[in-house]
C-alpha cells in the first residue's frame, strides 16, 4: 500500500511558478512510476507528466512540455513538479499518482497505469 500526500499548490499570477510535491509512504516508493495529472472545474482528469522509478525516462502532456519538469527524490520518498511560465488554462487540482511494475503494461500518460492516488492540490493561475 502507498499512501500519497501532495502539497505546494496555491494561488499565481501567471507567468509565476509554483514547485509541486508529493510525499509518498512506504519503503518501495524507488521501484513506482510516479505521475502528474490535473482536473479543472466541469473537466475530465488529463495527465501531465510522468517519471519512470529511476527518474531517467520523464513524459509530458504536449500542454505542459516546456515550462513543466518533473523529478523525484527517492531517498525522501518525494516527486515534484515544477511549473513554470504558468497560464490561467493551467487553474486545477493536480493529482499525483503511483504505479507498480504490476502495471507496466499500461502507457505512462493513461491513468490505468496506476494504482494509487493522492488527495490532490489546488493550483489558480489569475490573469
Known amino acids: 500500500q502507498v499512501q500519497l500526500v501532495e502539497s505546494g499548490g496555491g494561488l499565481v499570477q501567471a507567468g509565476g511558478s509554483l514547485r509541486l510535491s508529493c510525499a509518498a509512504s512506504g519503503r518501495t516508493f524507488s521501484s513506482y512510476a510516479m505521475g502528474w495529472f490535473r482536473q479543472a472545474p466541469g473537466k475530465e482528469r488529463e495527465f501531465v507528466s510522468a517519471?519512470?522509478?529511476?527518474?531517467?525516462?520523464?513524459y509530458y502532456a504536449d500542454s505542459v512540455k516546456g515550462r513543466f519538469a518533473i523529478s523525484r527524490d527517492n531517498a525522501k520518498n518525494t516527486v515534484y513538479l515544477q511549473m513554470n511560465s504558468l497560464k490561467p488554462e493551467d487553474t486545477a487540482v493536480y493529482v499525483c499518482?503511483?504505479?507498480?511494475?504490476?502495471?507496466?503494461?499500461?502507457?505512462?500518460?493513461?491513468?490505468?497505469?496506476?494504482?494509487?492516488w493522492g488527495q490532490g492540490t489546488q493550483v489558480t493561475v489569475s490573469s
Open positions: 517519471i519512470i522509478w529511476s527518474g531517467a525516462d520523464t
Open positions: 499518482a503511483a504505479g507498480s511494475h504490476a502495471r507496466d503494461w499500461a502507457p505512462h500518460g493513461e491513468e490505468r497505469r496506476y494504482e494509487y
